[in-house]
Every structure is written in C-alpha cells, then in structure tokens.
C-alpha cells in the first residue's frame, strides 16, 4: 500500500471513530425532549375552569409565565399573592400567569384557589401529561415564555414578587 | 524509493519483514547468528511486516499506534473495571428508592445516608457513573482499540495465511520450538519414513502441501480467525449499544397506571388502560416441602396486569382528549412483556390495596324507621361535587383532602395526590326542604355539624380498594443488532480457544530428514502428537522436546 | 426424595473430603521411609480420583433427585447455585485431568470443591417455590452455564495457586512470599467462617436485637423499629440497639453509620467473625508449622513440573472464558431482557460479572500477546478467582440489588 494511501485510510478510520465517540458522549449526556431555554414552547390542550379547551397556541403574542403546582405544595401557595399581583400589574402589557394544576381532582384545586383568591387562569393537567413534557420535578416549576412561544426562563423555587418582576423583564426583552 | 527487502531465495519481501515470504529465511539475522537456535525470532504473523510497527513519524501514525498496542488495551480495561468496580460501592442514584427530584436532594441522601464517604462519592459523580462522559468514553476508547488492533493485525494475518508457507529454507526448520532431526539413514529409509509420515499425517486429520522434500502438514488454520471474528463481533455490538443513542431508537419510561385508568404512553401515540392487576400466591399445597415460614409470610407465584392497548388517531398533543381505537389486548406478567409495533410494557412494580372510593350510606334520622336514602360512591380520584341520591337528597363536597393533614397554620391541607387518608367535608341537602347538615368524614370516622342530633348519618361500608401497576415501556431497535455481535463474538471465541493451528513440517536435505512443528496454542498437545507420531515410526519419544525459545521473548 | 438428595449430598462431600486426603498423601507420603515414591503417588493418587469421582456421580444424583423433586432445576438460591459450583469445580477437575493426566491437580481441586460445598451449606436448603422474576427458562441455562465456566475458571485458580506455592522462593521474605501468605489467610477466613458458622448455630447462640430505622431524608428522624437476629454471637451490634432476646455476649461496639442497610449490621459482624476465625487459624497453622505455610507445602510440591502447572492454569482459563462469556454475559443479558426489558443495567451483579470478563480478557491478552507467563500469569488467575468469589459472596450478601439472595 501506497504511503499516502495509508495515511489517508488510517485518518479516514480515526475520524470514523472520532465521530462515533463524541456521538457516544453527546447521546450519554443529553437528556432528548428536556426542554431548556431557548427552545420553543411545546403546545398542549388542556380544560380551563369553566370546563372549556384551550391551547397554549392561544396564546401566541403574548408572554406567558406557566406555574405548574399543586396544592399540597407549601411554597407553590406562597407564591400565589405574588403571581396575582404581577398577573393584576401585567396583564395590560400583554402578559398572563397561567397555573396548571398537576394532576389533582378538580374539586381539590378548585377549593384551593377559592382560599388563596387568585384570578389569573387556572387550568388542569389532570392526567399530567403536560407536567412530563415539561419534565417538571420538584415544585413549584415556572416557565417564562416571550410572545413567540420561545421558552426563556425555567425557575424551579418558589419566587419572589422582586424575582418574578426580573424574570419577567428579561423575558419580554 | 522502494522498500522491499531481497532473500537469497530471489524473492523480495517488503520493509519490516522477519521471515521471507516465500523460503522462511530470517532476514534480519548473520550467518553466524544463525547457527544459534536460540535467535530466531517470532513466528507472529508469520514473520510479515506489520505497518503499525514501521512508521511513527507523523501525528496520524502515533495516534494510531497508540490504539493498536495490546498494553495500551490491557490498561483501558483494567481502568475501566476498577472503575466499575467503585460504582458498585454505594448504590447509583437510578437504584435509590427514595425520589431525588433535583442536586441538593441528592447530595443530601448520599451524604445524609453515607457521611463523609457518600458526600465525597456525589462530589466526584460516582454515582451516576456507568452513564458519565467519562466512563463512557473509556467504553469508547475499548471500542476503538479493539477496531484498530483489529485492523492493524488482520491484514498481515491474511496475507500469511493465504497460500500454506511451506518455507523450505533449513534455518526456519531448525529455529521452529518443536524441532527433531530424525535418526534415519539411507536414500530408501529416508524415503519411507517421508511417506509414513505423511500417511499418518493425513489420517490425523491434517492437510498436506507440497510436494518431494518438503512437506507442510497443516490443521485448524481457521482458528486463527477465531480472535478476529470475536472482535469484530464485539465491534458490532458496541456499534448497536452507540446507535441506541439515536432518540428514535431508543424509549425507555415508566409508568403507574391504577386500575380502570388509562394512561399515554410516553414518547409514542398509545394509550394504555389497565383493566386489572392481580398478584397471585403460592397456595399452602403447592410447597414442595415444609418451609417452617412465620404465619402470615407467603411467596408470590404471579405479578399480572391486564391491559388494553390503544392508539390515539389524534395529533397527540399533550393534555388533549385522545380518539382512542383499540390495537391490542392482553396480559403482562412479568418475563412476559406486551408488546405492540416494538414497544413493549414490562411488568415491574405495583402498589396494591390503595382506597379508590369510599363508599357511605345516606340515612335520615327523621325519615320513618331511619331510613335508608341511597349509596353515596366519592371516588377518590376524581370525586363529582354533586351526588344526587335517592328522590330528594343531595351530597354536595365543599373540601377534598386526599392526605389529609394539620397545616402549620391551623389550615388543612394535604400531604400528596394519593388518597392515604382521605378527609370529605360535606353539605347534606334534603331538596325539598332545603334543610342542610355539614359533615366531615375525617380519619375513618366522622365530625358533625350538629353534634348532639345530626338529622343525616352516613354509615360506612368497605371502600373500593384498587390496584396500580408499575409498568416499564421499552423500546429497543437495536436489539438484533446487539445479538448479533454477540453470537459472532461467541463464534470467534469458541474457534480462537477450541481449536488451533497446528503445523508439522517434514523436510529432506542431505541425506537428513527433519521433523519441526509449531501451533499457536497448547504446545502440549503438538508435543503429544510428536510423541504418537515416533510411536508410529518406531522412533523414540525422546527425541521430542519442545524449546523454551519463544517463551521469554517480548512480542 | 428430598431426604435422600440431601443424604446423596452429604455423602458427595464426605467423599469429597477423603479425595482431598488421598490426594494430600499422594503428594506429601512420598518420602516416608519404605515406599518407591513414584509408585506411591501413582497409587494414592488413583485412589483419590476413583474416589473423587463416585464423589461426583453422588453429587450429579443429588442435583437430579433435588431437580425432580421442585419441579425445576436447582438454581435459584443461594444454597442451590453454591452447591452447583461445586459440581461444577468437581468438573472441571475432570475435564482438567481428562487432558493433563496430573493427578496432584485434585490435591488442590477437591478441597476447593469441599470448602464450596460446605460453604453453600450455610445457606438455607429448603426448595422454595421460584418467584415471578425466576420462572423463566433463561435463567436455569444462565445460571447453570456460569456456574460451569466459574468452575472451570477455579481450576485456573487452583492450578496457579500451586504453581505459586511450588516456584516462589521461600528462604528469604518478599512482597511475593507475603501475597502469597495472604491469599492462604484469605482462604482460611472461608474455612473459619464455615466452621464458626456451624459449630455456633444452636439456638442458645442467637441474638436479637431491635433498632430504629432513620428517614433518609431527615436525619435523626425515626422512620420504624426493626428486628434482627444474629446467629453468630454479637460482635457488633446494630445502632442504637436493645437487645429483645439475650445471646452469649453483648456487643462490643455499635456499627457505624455509613454500614447502610437492614442488615449491615448483621453481615459486618459475620465479616468480623470469618476474619477473626481465619487469623486464628492462621496463626495456629503458623505455630504448629513454624515457618510460612507456603513454604511448608513447598518441599511436597517438589516434583511437580511448574511449566506444567502454569499450562494447567491457562488452559483452565482458555476453556472457562468462552463459556463464562456466554453464561455469564450473553445468557444472563437474554434473561435480564425478558425480565425487566433492559439487557443490562449496571446493577452491582451485572457490573461485577463484567468486571470478572474484563479481567480474564486481561489476563488473556497479557498471557498471549505480551508473554506474561509464570508467576505473573499464576498471579492474575489467583486475583481473578478472588473477583469471582467477591460477585459469589460480596454482591449478593454485601450490596443490595435485584440480584440478592437471603444471607447469614
């Protein structure tokens, strides 16, 4: 065999190789369908309060901070007065708090929200498959998404009026 | 610039080679080394020329070197398996039963169950090791060692084994470790003892080349494929466990589904409902002998669930109402999965025994004899805010607490969505009255509004006890592919070990005639094939002995 | 039927016993006064495989009756597998012998095969009915395949170990003299174990304890009280015990925390035991002998070509690989599919049988591509039984897994 056939078949199976181990690295480390900023919004279908269908395409043009929680979650309620007060502040702006409940029965949100008086949107992931799609884990988990669907913000913890003002500022830049 | 090397047998072997090609001289050697036995070298490869060892100047080539020596390989994998080994110190966090929704609840269960120890394990990811970039690269680093070893080695390997090296140049005979000058005289003898030995050769099993003074008798050349073909099985099942890495290839979920639900299956348009789960036990006549177990204590026989599978005819968007058609109905018990265009549920886990309604009884106290209104059913999963009951009755829920528990302000509230202990705060509206009493169903019992005369009791009954299943969902396109390179590695194994290559050369020259032999592995059995092939020539066993040359030699 | 396979059992060990014997006075007799030494091994020797292997035939029955008498084959617990590993070291001792002819192998072969037997019958041998995850085909063949290249490695082992004992040299002290010494306790820590375990097993032994589970998530918070019992007399108790029903000793200290687990508590003080009894015993043989106990058994081993011992040992090896790869490996990852859909899942079982794949591939490599013959090699297959017997003891007593059995 030639010299330089040799060298180019010896780099041809090295980069094969190369290839293949960063491929290795790469599908090892990645976690496919974990949503992370930058990424587009995933549309769903769920039913609000007054038992209608409604998407998250609805709500394309304006931005959208989605609270998933739950009632039995301590700091999802303490953060509730919060999100009512920026939902009040912002919802002239084109902004909407929407909270989806994950998981539980109807009657068991609903006399939550009842106690904690709040108005933004509630709706009901009741089978929780938006909740996996959007690999929520620990709660109270808040997406911030801009008026184009593209998510900018992922905050799990409970927030602050002062956290969410800044969270929100950055996603409606 | 040519590089080839010229024998004295007139053929030219390339740059590199140990033994002529064609006549088996050793090139490298003088004359006067020669004479020693002791020198001669290798009969790796036969003597060929083996390019790794030739070139190192550039990049390329080192790299490549680098992956194809065998000490390098020996030391990835005794890395890698002390590596492993350490992993299996304290449980990886896919094994810990307690949930570690995120980092900090992680680090806490290791060092909180472990110490000082456990924190320094997290710290230094041990535990989620055998999916770390770094371990999977040291995978990858056998992976690549074993393609370019390979294919270092098997090109020369081929071109040795190609035409049966007859060799007949006297120096090869004499350097070979198996090595006996027969002590035959005479023109006639000589030629008898050829032909005896061939005879018996052939019926051995071996294969004869060659023709007049030197004869190769050879068998099992195949098995010295036998480590290639491993390899390559190994490569190929690597190759299937890397490509698993492609998202469509690959699902692998869990799920709960309780009874009577039915539940999406992720990362695929199917639905599955669980129509029931049952375990079953082994029953007191089924015990082969007396097990002297405490009371109480039984063995499971079966896990089942019953399911039906469904797909969804709609876009699948989360959350939305599927259009459900049936595609498949069956059971799962565990080792025997449903599966259903490659997906496949396995039965895992199950919770059994959780309460999925309660079940009461209206009674009015004012009603002649206290009657008996209805049934009233609160499922505890999805309870209705109204339940009409009899003629004139209404139960309406104001507060559902599934896990019902003191909140720390005085507040109720609950622990989690499972109903382990279920509070009802009801309203009892007789319609036609209008009259309404509040009840609370709280810990098993109940708390009234009226406390001395309630006008509406409810009486208990068994509440419906459901199951709930704990299913696996795999899906795994590769899995032929990964057989594969296993039953070919197998096959290359069982051909490198159970058999080898054995070669007994018969060569006459001056009025001598020479035995030499050579096998890639078990010098003890060629040296007992020696000893039977004396026997047949009525020659002693003596004159076989096997040379310790090769042995102390670094190849 | 079940009684005469035990019986069948115990007569297949007794023999065993009074193979090793034989085989020992095969080796060591020959230089008593009056007796050709050729003829003597040659004789004894005999003796011993004639009886090794009606040794053998009782214990193939044992497996058949105990097979027909559950409905399955005699793979499924602890007591079962450890006992076919026995059979299996007993084969391979044939098969070894079969090519070899060197009688002096069982002197080495048959007490391993012994200690096995009597080390699975620590466990408990009642014929329990399988469990959902067993009730499949696959496991029978994988774990009866394993079983016999694990047995056959041992031989590889065994003949290592001899080719150890016959070429290092003892006049002076060296790193090699100490491992080797070292591996001699180790196996006498299996001894003690066995004979602590049974010489103590009487009720009056045992000792029961009660002690606080904590949450794991919130330290210091008691989740439940659990109950344990010890069968070997206290050494170290659980944390924070009470003892429910008193034994012959109270503990001389608590185990330490970071021993997680049900019964950490319980095994760390059956470690401590075996240790401590392997010692002993250690010590006493040193006494008695009064040199290192290697170099005792050298002066035997004398006549014995170490060539030959060391191409025992590879070829051992060479045959035990492909089929512990296809038991062990290939067979285990069909079941491990059908099972719990995932053929592998870096379960501590799992990841130590590829840990002992890796290393005889090591060894392999080593011996055939590098020349690493002799004490090197001798070595390595040593270490590489040591691995095997940490997946047989360790992983299934120690870590807790899918994989686990019952232990002591």
Redesign the interface.
Known sequence: MGKEKRIYMRIGVLGILLIALVFAIYSSISKPGLLKVGDEAPNFSLKDREDKNVTLADLKGKTVILNFWGTWCEPCRNEMPALEKIYQKYKSDDVVVIGLNVGEAKLTAEQFIRQVEVTFPIWFDSRKEVTKRYSVGKMPTTYFIDKDGVIRVIKTGEMTERVMEQLLSETKQ | MSDDRKCECGHTNPIGTVLCESCGKPLLMTDAELEEADNFPSMRYEGMAR?SKT?SR?L??K??NFFSS??I??II??I??VM??V??IL??K??VQ?PL??EQ?TR??YS????L??DIYYLLGFHEM????WF??L???I??SL??CS?DRIIPLYKALRKPRINQHLAFYRGQRLFIPLPVEGAKELDATMDQTKGWLKKRGYKIFGEGTSILAEKGRISRWGPYINHVGLIVFLLGV?L????AFHI?EFIWVREGQT??I??TKLFVKNLEYKTEY?AED???????MKEGMV?????QTDVIIYKNENEN?????PNLTQVKEGPI?????ITYQGI?L?Q?DRREQILGALNFTLIDMDSPDSKEIGEVKIDL?????EIKVGENYVVR???????YQMGTDNRP?????LPNNPMVAMEIVDTKTNVLERVAYVAGGFVQQNENTPRFQLATHMPDLIDSSGL?V?K?TM?PL??FG?IV??IG??MG??WNHRRIWIHMEAGRIYVAGHTN????GLKQEAKFLMKHLNLSNDLVAVQDKD????? | MIELSGNLLLGAFILYLIATMLFTVAITGRKWSNRDPEEHATKYGRIGMVVSLIGFILHLGQIVLRWAAAGRSPTSNMFEFISLFAFFIVAGFLILYYLYRLTILGAFSMPLAAIMLAYASVFPKEITPLVPSLQNYWLQIHVSTVSLGEGILAIGFAAGLMYLIRTIPQKIRSKSTFMLELTISVILMMIGFIVVSFALQSPNMATTFEFPVYDANNPGVVKEMQQVEYKLPAIAGPQDYTIIKEGPMKPLFETPTFMHGLDAARKFNTVIWSVMSGLVLYGLLRLILRKRIAAAMQPAMDDIDPELLDEISYRAIAIGYPIFTLGGLIFAMIWAHEAWGRFWGWDPKETWALIVWLFYSAYLHLRLSKGWLGEKSAWMAVVGFVIILITLVVVNLVIVGLHSYAGV
């Open positions: 390019r070139y550039k390329v080539d790299v490549w065998v000490k390989a020996v994998i005794i890698t398996l492993a080994s992993g299996t449980p990886q896919m094994y307690v929704l995120d609840m806490d269960y909180g169950t472990y110490g120890f456990g055998y999916n770390s970039w999977v690269t995978m990858a680093m992976g690549i393609v370019i294919l890397l698993r890495g492609v998202p692998e539940v999406s992720p990362g082994y089924e015990y082969v002998e007396e097990l002297g063995i499971p026989k079966n896990f968007l989360p959350g939305a109402e018990t565990v080792n025997h999965p496949s396995f895992l999963f999805d309870p209705s805010s829920i104001l507060d559902y607490f599934p896990d509230q609950t622990k989690g969505v696996i795999r795994d899995l990964i057989l296993a590695s197998m194994l069982v070990f159970y592995k078990n010098w003890f042995k102390k030699k670094n190849t």
